[in-house]
Structures are given as structure tokens and as C-alpha cells.
């Protein structure tokens, strides 16, 4: 009769081998972020060695505001919200990232603290490197450039967020963080432009800084007005020029 027990050297290399696939994960970690592509395989061999892999949960916190920021955070895979609670409890969203994105760049500057929360909004694949690595990054001078790039077209979306708010009614803000979250995780279909994301009520609440309530009854309105539809969560853009006029009405 075969014995269904398994060698011990077996089980070793097996160990072995499993082991072998998480280092080499690790290492495969950043190197391959399109902030590191214009890089020669040697840099990226060294950049993949100083990354850190972890996989967070939907909903689980990556950082709460207020917390020392000791760690530069890239998004490998899913999507991160970068948010605000003031001291009654309402939260604002100030973003949302995707693969690529960088975030946790206070990291870079002396006794830092994070200046907002991160949580990942869906299972999320992040790489990240400690504050005393950062120095190792900036050396390259392709990778300075991309950074500041990062933290320039960063500022402008924060820009954009808080005229939007100040300007514009809150069918207006709404209209327009739909085409902007259209072209930032759209999709197109047969119907429209999916919005690659689960967006509840309240999301977008946190999104426009308004109430759900509010937001609620403009949804209705624009999808009865034929510009959106909603399915589980997911919103299409149907007509693309509605939304465009009604955000532009103050």
C-alpha cells in the first residue's frame, strides 16, 4: 500500500519554495510602478529591495490622521480614500487613489504627522518603503522630478475640490465630481461611462461636502433626467453634456 504521508524534504521544499514566492513578490513590489519605469533593471533591482508589501481589507485603515508619518505609501492595486473628520464627526473625502498613486509624502519632511486618514475602500495591494529609505529614492533625479510632478498635479486636484465646493451649488458639485471620477476610473460600455467604483449615497456626501439626503435627491434628479443611471452601487454616465450644464449652474 502507498503511503499518503508526504517526506519530510518534501514538506521542507515546498516551505522553501512558498517562501521564495513571497521574496520575490516583495522585491517585484515597486520596481514595477510606472513611477520607477524610466529606470535600468540594476536601479529597479535596488529600488524592488527597500519595498514592503502588505495587502489591506476593504475598510481597514492604512494610517488615522494625527499618527506619525514614518512611511511612503504607492498603490499597487484597489483604491485608497484620503480623508478629514472634523470634531462634530462629519468626514470629508479629499481623494481617491488607484495603482500608481503615491501617497504619505508628508513622510519626507522632519517630525511629520499624517495630516488626514487613509483607508482602503476595497481589498488594496500597497507597497511601501520606510522614511529613512527616502533619502535612497530622491538620489535619482527621475524619480525627484516624478514626485514633485505628483505633488503638483496633488495640490491641483485639491484646488479644484475646494472651488468646486465654494462655487458651485450642490447639483453642480455633484455633476462635477461625476466626470471627474468618470475620467479618473471610467469605463466605457454600450450604456455610458461606468465609474469603476462602489459609491453609496454617503460617499459621495463625503465627496461634494454635502448631506446624504441632498445628494440622495439629486441623484434622482439627474437620473431621472436621463443624464446617470445607478445599478449596485455603480454609476453610469449617460449624457455627458447634462452633467457639463448642470455644473456649470450656480
Given at each position: ?53 502588505r495587502v489591506y481589507h476593504k475598510n481597514e ?165 436621463g443624464a446617470i443611471s445607478i445599478k449596485d ?18
Open positions: 500500500m502507498l503511503s499518503s504521508k508526504r517526506p519530510p524534504n518534501v514538506s521542507v521544499t515546498i516551505e522553501m519554495e512558498t517562501a521564495g514566492r513571497l521574496i520575490m513578490k516583495q522585491i517585484h513590489c515597486m520596481k514595477d510602478l510606472s513611477i520607477f519605469s524610466n529606470l535600468d533593471f540594476l536601479e529597479r533591482e535596488a529600488i524592488g529591495r527597500l519595498a514592503v508589501k485603515f492604512i494610517f488615522r490622521e494625527g499618527e506619525t508619518a514614518d512611511t511612503i505609501y504607492m498603490v499597487k492595486s484597489g483604491r485608497v480614500r484620503l480623508f478629514k473628520v472634523s470634531t462634530s464627526g462629519k468626514d470629508i473625502t479629499l481623494g481617491i487613489l488607484k495603482n500608481d498613486d503615491l501617497f504619505g509624502e508628508n513622510t519626507m519632511f522632519e517630525e511629520a504627522f499624517h495630516s488626514m486618514s487613509a483607508q482602503a475602500l476595497e481589498n488594496t495591494f500597497v507597497c511601501s518603503c520606510s522614511k529613512k529609505h527616502v533619502p535612497l529614492l530622491l538620489k535619482n533625479p527621475y524619480i525627484s522630478m516624478k514626485i514633485i510632478q505628483y505633488l503638483g498635479e496633488k495640490i491641483q486636484n485639491y484646488t479644484e475640490q475646494v472651488a468646486n465646493i465654494a462655487f458651485r451649488n450642490v447639483k453642480g458639485r455633484v455633476s462635477s465630481t461625476l466626470l471627474r471620477l468618470a475620467r479618473d476610473y471610467g469605463y466605457q460600455s454600450d450604456q455610458g461611462t461606468i465609474i469603476d467604483i462602489e459609491l453609496t449615497h454617503q460617499d459621495l456626501a463625503s465627496l461634494v461636502n454635502a448631506s446624504r439626503v441632498m445628494v440622495s435627491y439629486v441623484l434622482r434628479d439627474l437620473r431621472d433626467e452601487h455603480r454609476i453610469t454616465l449617460l449624457n455627458r453634456e447634462k452633467l457639463a450644464q448642470t455644473m456649470d449652474v450656480c
